[in-house]
């Protein structure tokens, strides 16, 4: 138990702060370099991983029309290119609170709202049922916020694992980084909204064709398509989400915010280890040929 606890305060304390500035690509210490060098582990350009070369990607700034093109923009993005979407995403909290709060309040309503109604209005629906739907309809416009808190309360864990995890590995996931990241994998509960919808809507209809006519052996899985449809494409969001927030992990994991400025060039503040240390997992040793380093120094001993 002993040497668990020691391991585990070593991780705390050798934890690297947002001040530091690192090589995004393998995590060497590059403050105190010439920025027009290269990064002595890996070879990519500091330039690279300065925090200044990060644009950030674009949020809605007109009216509806904007914000529906955005919509149908940033899932897009991040489905063709996540890659290049997690390198040139910005860590300021504001946007990214923003940002997440726009997807998950769209797929709570998509999920919470419209696939209710479109249940209510499914194909088999007699005219009394359809009266009662139409009168419940103002009841289906607040049916979105318990969802809404479902899936905010997943999303909060998912970003308090991967800093629990990249800790663990020595990773660099602060509580802005796991945000921007969470953030810009929430188009993955978009999408699965979108296919909550769809499924709902086929499924209707396909168990509208089972119980009229004769479809043979797919008969009982078409009569379960208004449940089985919308529970796989949930499903399917959530691995989305899920996948997007691994790759932004690894896009991430040594990521530089503004807190990292161009001042780590020209010195290191009194008490930083030099920037001659190697970094986590890297097979260089001191060059006496003694014990290994990690990135923030000598492991100390036992």
């Known amino acids: 138990m002993l040497p668990g606890i020691i391991a585990e305060m070593r991780t705390r304390e050798d934890s690297p702060t947002p001040e530091v500035l690192l090589c995004e690509r393998c995590g060497y210490r590059v403050g105190g370099l010439d920025p027009a060098g290269a990064c002595p582990e890996c070879g990519t350009p500091i330039a690279q991983s300065m925090p200044e070369r990060r644009p950030g990607l674009p949020m809605p700034t007109g009216g509806p029309s904007s914000f529906a093109r955005w919509l149908f923009a940033e899932p897009w993005r991040m489905l063709t290119n996540p890659a290049r979407a997690f390198s040139r995403c910005r860590f300021e909290p504001e946007p990214n609170r923003k940002r997440l709060a726009f997807h998950i309040a769209v797929a709570s309503f998509l999920m919470g709202s419209v696939a209710p109604f479109a249940a209510a209005l499914s194909p088999n629906t007699d005219p009394f049922s359809l009266l009662v739907a139409a009168v419940a309809l103002p009841l289906f416009a607040f049916t979105w916020v318990p969802v809404f808190f ?36 929430a188009p993955g509960w978009t999408f699965g909204g979108v296919l909550v919808v769809a499924g709902v809507v086929l499924g209707a209809w396909l168990q509208y064709l089972a119980t009229h006519q004769s479809t043979g052996p797919l008969h009982l899985y078409l009569l379960a398509a208004p449940v089985g449809l919308p529970v796989m494409g949930l499903f399917a969001g959530m691995i989305w989400f899920e996948t997007m927030v691994w790759m932004g992990v690894r896009k991430c994991r040594y990521a530089n915010t503004s807190e990292a400025t161009s001042e780590w060039l020209a010195a290191e ?23 290994p380093e990690n990135a923030f120094g000598p492991v100390p001993g036992p």
């Open 150 to 185: 479902v899936i905010r309360l997943l999303t909060y864990i998912e970003a308090r694992g991967i800093r629990f995890f990249g800790a663990r590995r020595r990773f660099r996931i602060t509580p802005n980084v796991a945000l921007a990241i969470c953030a810009h994998a």
């Open 269 to 291: 503040p009194r008490g930083v280890i030099p920037a001659s240390d190697p970094v986590p997992g890297s097979n260089q040793a001191g060059e006496s040929g003694g014990s």
